[in-house]
């Protein structure tokens, strides 16, 4: 497993922007897909974007799309969200995660590497 810790969230106000790092260690990211997830509070963990290994494809949930975008940076170790042009349902912790399949999986479960996620709230 590869270890990722997250950073960038806190309080915007509705239409800004945050953008969010992952930094990983203990692996190259290289071999990982990398997605980000977010949990609102009483509401499951859902898929927000993911990238492959190379990068260059990217998947994004619906909510998000044309708003959020991912990168990654793998001789850094690193992936990034940068979140434009937030609402208040985008409030939520936001969890990088690392998966060892070769394919972008939206399914929390099969994710094998958790950051401990950091807070996003979003005010109207």
């Known amino acids: 497993q590869v270890r990722l810790v997250e950073s960038g969230g806190g309080l915007v106000q509705a239409g800004g922007s945050l953008r969010l790092s992952c930094a990983a260690s203990g692996r190259s990211i290289s071999t990982y897909v990398m997605g980000w997830f977010r949990q609102a509070p009483g509401k499951e963990r859902e898929f927000v974007a993911g990238?492959?290994?190379?990068?260059?494809?990217?998947k994004y949930a619906d909510s998000v799309k044309g708003r959020f975008t991912i990168s990654r940076d793998n001789a850094k170790n690193t992936v990034s969200l940068q979140m434009n042009s937030l609402k208040p349902e985008d409030t939520a912790v936001y969890y990088c995660?690392?998966?060892?399949?070769?394919?972008?999986?939206?399914?929390?479960?099969?994710?094998?590497?958790w950051g401990r996620g950091t807070q996003v709230t979003v005010s109207s």
């Open positions: 990238n492959n290994r190379g990068g260059a494809i990217t």
């Open positions: 995660a690392g998966d060892s399949a070769v394919f972008i999986r939206t399914a929390s479960n099969e994710f094998d590497s």
